[in-house]
């Protein structure tokens, strides 16, 4: 059960985009449609901000969009604001009932 | 109020055990699976374990099968986690979350359990 992959910091300015991804393998990511994005604020609980690649829940900006292709998810958010300012966890289903997570994006809005 | 309420973190020798309780208020808890998801100090998430509704199909990943025990009671609204033969590396804070719709939908604050002697 290897963690997913993601790169360990992006930026970008108030106002643009950015996009954070998260790589898996044909087990977790790529076999199955059961990706699920968190934003963590420093000493917060994590807070569910897309779920099944795409989906937002209540309450989500429609700033935050997800999408995934082949063994790759990402996450994009646009018309940064200084609030988005956080860490980002992908999270795949893999198999037999157990899920996986990523190690985790820190994304600083300059 | 809609909230996960964790407590019965601690420290403990290596070696030792603890028990993690769960409150749920302000939601069905009998519609949801529920899980404990771990973040060790300054690292990312880990999945735990996960239960079904009633409580009787159980899932572990592989780094505490075996020491870890998930179990609820649906009559309290409660979540625990059994945890025995604990090493340092379970040093954690530990987070209950409901897993309906195959998503970690609500999340408590967490306890910490810090394993050191």
């Known amino acids: 059960q290897s963690a997913l992959t993601q790169d360990r910091s992006v930026s970008g300015s108030p106002g643009q985009s950015v996009t954070i991804s998260c790589t898996g393998t044909s087990n977790d990511i790529g076999g199955h449609d059961l990706v699920s994005w968190y934003q963590q604020h420093p000493g917060k609980a994590p807070k569910l901000m897309i779920y099944?690649?795409?989906q937002r829940p209540s309450g989500v900006p429609n700033r935050f969009s997800g999408s995934k292709f082949g063994n790759t998810a990402s996450l994009t958010i646009s018309g940064l604001q200084a609030e988005d300012e956080a860490d980002y966890y992908c999270?795949?289903?893999?198999?037999?009932?157990?899920?996986?997570f990523g190690g985790g994006t820190k994304l600083t809005v300059l | 109020e809609v909230q996960l309420v964790e407590s019965g973190g601690g420290l403990v020798q290596p070696g030792g055990s603890l028990r993690l309780s769960c409150a749920a208020s302000g939601i069905t808890f009998t519609y949801h699976w529920m899980s404990w998801v771990r973040q060790a100090p300054g690292k990312g998430l880990e999945w735990v374990a996960n239960l079904n509704e009633p409580g009787n199909d159980k899932y572990y990943s592989d780094s505490v099968k075996g020491r870890f025990t998930i179990s609820r009671d649906n009559s309290k609204n409660s979540l625990y986690l059994e945890m025995d033969s604990l090493r340092a590396e379970d040093t954690a804070l530990y987070y209950c979350a409901t897993h309906g719709g195959r998503k970690f939908g609500l999340w408590g604050q967490g306890t910490l359990v810090t394993v050191s002697s």
């Open positions: 099944d690649i795409s």
């Open positions: 999270c795949s289903y893999s198999g037999l009932y157990h899920w996986v």
